[in-house]
């Protein structure tokens, strides 16, 4: 997991969210998870935490901070969102195919390709999103 100093709450706060109790408890949670969880598993951990949140709760949570950019979502469990907290640069995930790691990867070369496909069809480029699939170093 990468090194994280901001305080969650300060974290929430930055992009403009309400730090009420459920959504650090989802935060912190989702902290403790070096690669990504499905709003299911999250559940999952908090109930063996003795928390009373409900799922419907996790999923309205885990929806609000990825719409607020707090946290980045995934899509590579067929079809299920995944949910990761991420560093707040610009960066690109590397994910397993078979045992979900997720790796953040930080530098990133595809401006001025993506500028050049983008004004070739009429477009500017305001933003990009890349995944690549792949099998881990203990998977392959
Ligand atoms: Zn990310
Ligand atoms: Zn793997
Ligand atoms: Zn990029």
């Known amino acids: 997991m990468s090194e994280r100093p901001q305080p969650l709450r300060e974290l929430l706060t930055g992009k403009g969210v309400r730090p009420t109790p459920r ?40 929806s ?19 949910y990761r907290l991420c ?9 397993c195919t078979r045992c979900h790691r997720v790796v953040e990867v ?12 983008a004004s070739r069809h009429g477009f500017v480029a305001t933003d990009h999103r890349v995944e690549i699939a792949g099998l881990c170093a203990d998977c392959r």
């Open 87 to 95: 560093g707040d640069g610009h960066h690109h995930h590397l994910v």
């Open 106 to 117: 930080g530098e990133c070369d595809l401006g001025g390709w993506l500028d050049d496909v």
């Open 23 to 62: 959504r650090l408890e989802v935060l912190e949670e989702l902290a403790r998870e070096g690669n990504d969880v499905t709003a299911q598993e999250l559940w999952g951990r908090l109930r063996e935490r003795d928390s009373g949140t409900g799922l419907a709760t996790v999923y309205r949570t885990l």
């Open 64 to 82: 609000l901070l990825a719409e607020k950019g707090v946290v980045d979502v995934l899509s590579h469990h067929g079809g299920e969102q995944c």
